[in-house]
């Protein structure tokens, strides 16, 4: 395809949504781009969250952290370029280890990786052995090296509800587990103090998940408030929700999902204007794939990890191979059996 082939496949889908001058250089990039990835043999899997000129022009694949987990552990490609945050591009190696993965920006992160150790994860067995500890997604490899199944937020009840046990333990998201204890009926503990290994006494007994007080920076900060005053000047939107939203937020909306099942949500229901309480670039791709709906956007919050992904910076990925992720052998392979423990639950 030609560059303005390329251009103009971009322009029917954004031009309401990105400015046509933006458009023509972005679609310069993107053909680089897909020119490299083609020569390089890659294959190119793009997180809802990145932004529109890229989400409409290199990928490969889009979707959740779920689907392209799925589509990482099963391409044939030679490099795996992953335009998301670390986690992912990590969670991609730990699947499909002979593969080079690529993250183009290196210091992409997320705040609820980076609220846990693989220390804190064997300070909380000690505390509580034997109880199985299944960790979401958005955290390091060593950390899932240190758990028995990983979980994303559309299946995070699903895999809880797998093992069959009275209690376990939920890390690193808060809201997403207390979200979780709502959705299974557990009562949910937060034990800050880590006493003597084993002696869980001094809290109470009746609790049957326990969580950690990791946070999304992006989803704490939308409140009961902001839906409250969108459905004022609105009072038709219907209103959706991650569930790293605080259960408040998650209570006042009218449906909660991963971003892959708010997308399909948009799709099926008939409302005078939507309005998503999660990145906001988000917000654009959804309204560009739905041009008759009105999305309203609350946008002065963003991810400041996934805004990292450019073009720019994936079309350096592919010249000069970087930033390649590497993950220990003895921690991939710990890290695999709990990744792939989760995606044969579903
Ligand atoms: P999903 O698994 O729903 O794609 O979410 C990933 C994420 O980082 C949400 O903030
Ligand atoms: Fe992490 Fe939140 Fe950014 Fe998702 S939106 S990558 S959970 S900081």
């Known amino acids: 395809m030609s560059v303005e082939a390329l251009y103009q496949q971009m322009k029917a889908k954004l031009s309401n949504v990105v400015p046509d001058f933006e458009l023509r250089y972005k679609a310069e990039l993107a053909y680089e781009i897909n020119r490299l990835k083609k020569e390089r043999n890659a294959v190119i899997l793009g997180h809802n969250y990145m932004e529109p000129a890229l989400f409409y022009s290199i990928p490969d694949f889009t979707g959740d952290s779920l689907e392209l987990s799925r589509k990482a552990a099963r391409t044939d490609k030679d490099i795996i370029v992953f335009c998301g945050v670390r986690f992912m591009a990590e969670t991609a190696k730990i699947l499909n280890p002979q593969k080079t993965v690529l993250l183009p ?24 052995p ?16 240190e758990s028995d199944v990983c979980c994303t937020s559309s299946n995070a009840a699903a895999v809880v509800d797998s093992l069959g046990v009275d209690t376990v333990i939920f890390i690193p998201d808060e809201y997403l587990a207390r979200n979780v204890a709502r959705d299974t009926g557990k009562h949910i503990i937060f034990p800050t103090i880590i006493s003597k290994p084993g002696d869980a006494s001094d809290i109470k007994t009746d609790f049957q998940l326990i969580g950690w ?7 704490e900060k939308f409140t009961v408030e902001d839906i409250a005053n969108v459905r004022e000047q609105f009072p038709d939107v219907v209103i959706l929700t991650h569930p790293e939203c605080s259960p408040e937020v998650v209570a006042a909306s009218d449906f909660s999902g991963g971003t892959a099942a708010m997308i399909r949500y948009v799709e099926q229901i008939s409302a005078p204007h939507y309005l998503l309480l999660t990145e906001c670039a988000m917000g654009d ?19 400041p990890h996934m805004n990292q992904i450019t073009l720019e910076d994936t079309l350096n990925a592919l010249k000069y191979n970087r930033y390649v992720i590497e993950v220990p052998e003895e921690i991939l392979v710990k890290a695999a059996r709990s990744v792939e423990r989760m995606i044969a639950i579903g």
């Open 130 to 145: 034997g109880v199985p500890v299944v960790t979401y997604v958005n955290t390091y490899a060593d950390v899932k090296a």
């Open 105 to 128: 920006a290196e210091k992409a992160g997320c705040s609820l990786a980076a609220s846990i150790t693989a220390a804190d994860v064997r300070k909380l067995k000690e505390r509580f």
């Open 213 to 219: 007080h990791g946070r999304c920076e992006v989803h």
């Open 285 to 303: 791709n959804v309204a560009a794939a739905n041009p008759d709906k009105e999305m309203l956007r609350l946008c002065s919050v963003r991810c």
